[in-house]
């Protein structure tokens, strides 16, 4: 394992759980949509980042535990992911890039919580939604489903829509791996010809979502080799390097920078914990 203790409490525990046994708002949340009701495609007119962040579980998760706090897969708050030093949404909202501009409670099922962020020197949106950590599969699924193209969602932008999952440009899973726990019993299919980018941060993940990712067409720009603790550094740092449209290489050295920094091991043994593309 190629983990060492952070300085900090929050990221070693955060290796560990890896392993296997300000202004009004300007984006609401449209409501759920009903099952038959299709959501016809469109086409951002910004950059739009869609993060899946699968809310770590001591219970429902085949993870070493965590303290108890950190591993609630029922409260986002204090979770290891979300409302933890190095989780999404305190990560982000602390940031100097980017400007937390919506909060909505439980916008959808399986989903706990969603925030929405606006890159301050430039047009990006960042979406991330908080899945209850009791749904991993569900959150599996919906990555995959985002991944092929088969799922759409829109949020209402002053009065004007974009569309998150399947429209997303950059698709993002964080969290455990639960495919360490569970095998895909469906096949993900690409959908349409847009190009779609995904990122998974989340232990071994080029060994675990390879085969499913494939026939999503969806192009692997940032995937992990071994067991490793999936938290927001990395994703701040990778998102940057894509919105500055930097190659696949600059991006997996930048996550690997990051790792190396805040876990204080060596930048060799953090350049071999990622990869980019299929090679």
Wanted: net charge neutral; aromatic share 10%.
């Amino acid at each position: 394992m190629l983990i060492k203790f952070l300085a900090g409490f929050v990221g070693a525990v955060g290796a560990l759980a890896c392993g296997p046994p300000e202004s009004a708002s300007q984006f609401a949340p449209s409501p759920p949509v009903p099952a038959k009701v299709k959501i016809e495609k469109i086409q951002n007119r910004v950059p739009v980042i869609h993060v899946l962040v699968a809310l770590c579980d001591n219970v429902n998760q085949g993870i070493v535990p965590v303290p108890a706090r950190l591993g609630d897969g029922d409260e986002p708050s204090t979770n290891l992911y979300w409302g933890a030093a190095y989780g999404v949404k305190t990560f982000f909202s602390k940031s100097e890039s980017w400007t937390l501009i919506e909060d909505v409670t439980n916008p959808k099922p399986d989903v706990l919580e969603r925030v929405v962020f606006r890159q301050k020197n430039g047009n990006a949106v960042l979406v991330a939604d908080a899945y209850q950590g009791s749904k991993m599969k569900d959150t599996v699924d919906d990555f995959f489903d985002a991944a092929s193209g088969a799922k759409l969602e829109n949020l209402d932008v002053n009065g004007s829509t974009i569309q998150i999952l399947g429209s997303a440009n950059l698709i993002v899973f964080v969290g455990h791996d639960g495919l360490m726990d569970f095998q895909i019993d469906k096949t993900f299919e690409k959908k349409d010809d847009q190009l779609r980018q995904v990122m998974i941060l989340a232990c071994a993940s080029k060994n675990y979502f390879a085969r499913p990712l494939r026939r999503t067409a969806a192009e692997p720009l940032l995937w992990t080799t071994n067991l490793m603790a999936p938290e927001a550094y990395i994703l701040y740092d990778a998102v940057d390097g894509w919105l500055k449209k930097e190659t696949g290489d600059q991006i997996r050295g930048r996550a690997a920078a990051a790792y190396a920094k805040y876990q204080k091991i060596s930048r060799l043994s953090a350049d071999g914990l990622f990869a980019t593309g299929w090679q």
